[in-house]
Antibody, heavy 118, light 107 residues
Framework: EMQLVESGGGLVQPGGSLKLSCAASGFTFSDSAIHWVRQASGKGLEWVSRIRSRGNNYATAYAASVKGRFTISRDDSRNTAYLQMNNLKTEDTAVYYC?????????WGKGTTVTVSS | DVQMTQSPSSLSASVGDRVTITCRASQGISNNLAWYQQIPGKIPKLLIYAASTVQSGVPSRFSGSGSGTDFALTISSLQPEDVATYYCQKYDSAPLTFGGGTRVEIK
């Protein structure tokens, strides 16, 4: 069974940092692009970032709202992707999902909650 | 960046009704469009990709159409388990923008 499991969420003060992890199983992680999508409570889905596979030079991209503050990375030896979030703002409060991209986002994790509050 | 506009933002229909949700891209995206269903309290689920290809395991009452800038998701016969919010998403290039969502309820 293909599966993604996020971890690393929590409560952090504005200006603080968190690093989210996305652990994959059941598919060839190293061949897959991984995306992060977030959803604030009661709001819609917002695409955050993606990292492509080694074959695509690990190319990364970010939403304008997080560019310069968030960094996506991956460790294919651990079948895990990461999202380093710095200089967090209250508007970053959301459930963060990771998703595999294969023709579209076909596998999603259950999400991890990030709360930015003083 | 390309904007994705969904309409309506919400709708209420009867069981058995045909329901259509539209999604418009501010620039052409060929057929690089997906539709997702998010049942309340659940994670998003892929329904349609490449504008009209139904994901494996998705009921045949769901279909997608369109290309370029105008797309549609149709539920041919609405069922109670279809109560959810539906999102379109472009994926031709980053940013992979989602539409604002359409909440579907049973009348």
């Amino acid at each position: 069974e293909m599966q993604l499991v996020e971890s690393g969420g929590g409560l952090v003060q504005p200006g603080g940092s968190l690093k989210l992890s996305c652990a994959a199983s059941g598919f060839t992680f190293s061949d897959s692009a991984i995306h992060w999508v977030r959803q604030a409570s009661g709001k819609g889905l917002e695409w955050v970032s993606r990292i492509r596979s080694r074959g695509n030079n690990y190319a990364t991209a970010y939403a304008a709202s997080v560019k310069g503050r968030f960094t996506i990375s991956r460790d294919d030896s651990r079948n895990t992707a990461y999202l380093q979030m710095n200089n967090l703002k209250t508007e970053d409060t959301a459930v963060y999902y990771c998703a595999r991209f294969f023709e579209s986002m076909d596998v999603w994790g259950k999400g991890t909650t990030v709360t930015v509050s003083s | 960046d390309v904007q994705m506009t969904q309409s309506p933002s919400s709708l209420s229909a009867s069981v058995g009704d045909r329901v259509t949700i539209t999604c418009r891209a501010s620039q052409g995206i060929s057929n690089n469009l997906a539709w997702y269903q998010q049942i309340p309290g659940k994670i998003p689920k892929l329904l349609i990709y490449a504008a009209s290809t139904v994901q494996s395991g998705v009921p045949s009452r769901f279909s997608g159409s369109g290309s370029g800038t105008d797309f549609a998701l149709t539920i041919s016969s609405l069922q109670p388990e279809d109560v959810a919010t539906y999102y379109c998403q472009k994926y031709d290039s980053a940013p992979l923008t989602f539409g604002g969502g359409t909440r579907v309820e049973i009348k």
